[in-house]
């Protein structure tokens, strides 16, 4: 399939088309900020991650800050990209405690008094915080598939089934809640038969890492360091923790380095399309299929002949992206994905259909205004075939 890239840039570009060799149960999955995918056993050392395959004896070394993704086990279909759901950065819905800065331990909140909190964590140990710092305790699993939506600075209770109660919190332990609704009164509720009890909003807060364990926790760390043991991280709220290796799942890119252009504002916008360019536009820009911006999920779906310009504020060093087509659309009709740094196109992607597999895009490139996003039918026939922008992110540093 035929490649296109600019002429003012060179991109490092990855298929997900590497497997692991049979029997490497160890193999770790790295995207970085610069477009690579590197599959293979990892190693810790001081200030680097090393990441060595089968066929290399030497192995590549990964510079902390050039790392977007590091798992240590990768998700599911990883052979095949990374789908929605691959990369969550949301406190999961499993006993534990959020704290006001949207860090997450899992474990088994206890000692609750009026002024602390405490939680027994397997891979943290019993650690205790200022009620003040602690946003939500959660006793139990949310039952099945259900979605919590909270309002943001509401407090209350969510049941099991991911129902949200609002009212003032007037007491609670271990033990039982009593809530005072303005629409309900009073009401106790026995914590084991309840989700969790809400305090305070909890929105992720800006880090420069974040690190997921394998228990479920996220933690944000300001500084971060290798060896040979594993990680050492200085996060707010948290201090320093020590990390082992084996307790590793996920080491990102926080938002101090990567910012979220799905939560950035963006106008809409016809794309530049060269006659001679192979390229069919969407011939009654009026009827246009409307286009998703989706925070939650961190995704842009933007039908094909159309584009959009998300505003840089103060500006970006780079941008990165994963890009599909869903999978539900005609395996004949496919779609060229394109990216402008302000007036420059830096990117242009090779023809992509339903049964693509997913492309990591990474590049370098000074972004001062605006980063364009553009999805064009390719062929003679326009057709308004979806493309995906899977977690778009601009770097920050």
Avoid at 187 to 214: C, D, F, W
Avoid at 318 to 325: D, E, K, P, T, W
């Amino acid at each position: 399939m035929p490649f296109h890239a600019s002429r003012a840039l060179t991109l490092s570009i990855a298929l997900f088309a590497s497997l692991p060799l049979a029997g490497q149960a160890s193999d770790a999955l790295a995207l970085t900020l610069d477009g690579k995918r590197i599959i293979g056993t990892p190693s810790f050392e001081r200030s680097i991650i090393r990441i060595s395959s089968s066929d290399s004896r030497i192995g590549q070394s990964l510079n902390l800050g050039t790392i977007w993704h590091l798992f240590m086990d990768p998700p599911p279909g990883y052979e095949d990209g990374l789908d929605l759901e691959a990369i969550r950065n949301r406190p999961p819905s499993a006993p534990g405690l959020v704290l006001t800065n949207g860090t997450f331990i899992a474990g088994r909140p206890e000692g609750i008094t009026d002024t602390t909190v405490s939680i027994a964590s397997s891979r943290l140990g019993n650690l205790r915080f200022p009620r003040q710092q602690v946003a939500r305790v959660q006793f139990n699993y949310v039952s099945g598939s259900a979605r919590v939506v909270l309002p943001e600075s509401a407090t209350g209770i969510v049941s099991r089934s991911g129902h949200f109660a609002e009212g003032d919190i007037i007491t609670f332990d271990e033990d039982e809640v009593v809530i005072d609704s303005i629409f309900a009164g009073a009401s106790t509720h026995q914590t084991n038969r309840i989700h969790a009890v809400i305090l305070a909003a909890a929105p992720l807060a800006s880090s420069e890492y974040i690190v997921e364990l394998k228990d479920g926790s996220i933690l944000l760390a300001d500084q971060l360091s290798t060896d040979p043991e594993g990680l050492e991280i200085t996060g707010p709220l948290t201090g320093r923790i020590s990390i082992e290796a084996n307790d590793l799942a996920r080491l990102s890119a926080g938002a101090r380095r990567v910012r979220d252009l799905t939560e950035a504002p963006y106008r809409r916008r016809q794309p530049e399309v060269e006659n001679d360019a192979g390229l069919a536009v969407r011939t009654s820009p009026l009827m246009a299929a409307p286009i998703r911006v989706d925070p939650w999920e961190r995704v842009i779906e933007l039908p094909a002949g159309n584009a959009i310009a998300s505003l840089v504020e103060q500006g970006a060093r780079g941008f990165s992206v994963r890009l599909a087509v869903p999978p539900d659309q005609p395996s004949q009709n496919y779609v060229v994905f394109r990216i402008r740094a302000d007036n420059l196109q830096v990117f242009e992607s090779p023809p992509m259909n339903s049964e693509s597999r997913p492309l990591l895009v990474g590049f370098r490139e000074d972004i001062r205004r605006f980063a364009v996003l553009e999805v064009l039918p390719y062929g003679d026939q326009p057709h308004e075939t979806p493309g995906l922008w899977i977690e778009p992110v601009l770097h920050t540093q």
